[in-house]
């Protein structure tokens, strides 16, 4: 079963336009992480915010986690064509031992 | 580059052959996870090995098992393929008991015809 979810399911903006997807999951979790793949291609570990971290920021990289909402977000600020690619949120749940839950991920298309 | 290789790339089988997938996991990482992604959608745990053990296991039937190495290196097996098998199946290291992310391998693509 999947546990997060991203919305929008799909985003196309211009290059150098900010880029904000959210991810909303459903049980208490140890960390929350955010990847990204290109074109069906392996996963590319983004950042990984704990439960008790609110925000955190990785070069044009920004994520916010509020567990009171179970929900977090990915800001990427100008944006690039290289950006282009789905992104997808993984929640390390309480008590799991470290097996991911993925959700079903938001298609970013930055057009140059 | 010491990061995770799967082999191989892609894969053709036909329904009800046997497969197996092979992970060596980056250098340093002793803990092998295997997810399966399929189209247009996340990937999904299968199981997860340390010290040569399954420690965990996803909602998969017994048709998909799977083997560590000493040297940490793992393989993933499917027997009786089905035609739903079909997929993109990526295997994560890490070291156990770090919480810094995972090392995903870039996939070993699947069609069962």
């Known amino acids: 079963s999947q546990q997060g979810e991203e919305d929008p399911q799909a985003l196309s903006i211009q290059e150098g336009e900010n880029a904000t997807m959210n991810c909303s999951y459903k049980?208490?979790?140890?960390?929350l992480q955010w990847y990204r793949q290109n074109s069906g291609r392996g996963l590319v570990h983004l950042i990984l915010i704990r439960s008790n971290e609110r925000e955190k920021h990785s070069g044009r990289l920004r994520v916010t986690l509020d567990t009171s909402k179970k929900s977090s977000s990915l800001l990427i600020t100008a944006s690039r064509a290289a950006d282009t690619a789905s992104y997808f949120c993984?929640?390390?749940?309480?008590?799991?031992?470290?097996?991911?839950?993925f959700g079903k991920g938001t298609k970013l298309s930055v057009k140059p | 580059d010491a990061g995770v290789t799967q082999s191989p790339t892609h894969l053709i089988k036909t329904r009800g052959q046997q497969v197996t997938l092979r992970c060596s996991p980056k250098s340093g990482h002793d803990t092998v996870s295997w997810y399966q992604q399929a189209l247009g959608q996340g990937p999904q745990f299968i199981f997860q090995y340390y010290e040569e053990e399954e420690r965990q296991r996803g909602n998969f039937p017994d048709r998909f098992s799977g083997h560590q190495f000493p040297n940490y290196s793992s393989e993933l097996n499917v027997n009786a393929l089905l035609l739903g098998d079909s997929a993109l199946y990526l295997c994560?290291?890490?070291?156990?008991?770090?919480?810094?992310?995972?090392?995903f391998g870039s996939g070993t693509r699947l069609t069962v015809v």
């Open positions: 994560a290291s890490s070291r156990f008991g770090d919480d810094y992310g995972y090392t």
């Open positions: 049980t208490s979790i140890n960390n």
């Open positions: 993984a929640t390390d749940a309480r008590g799991s031992q470290g097996n991911l839950i």
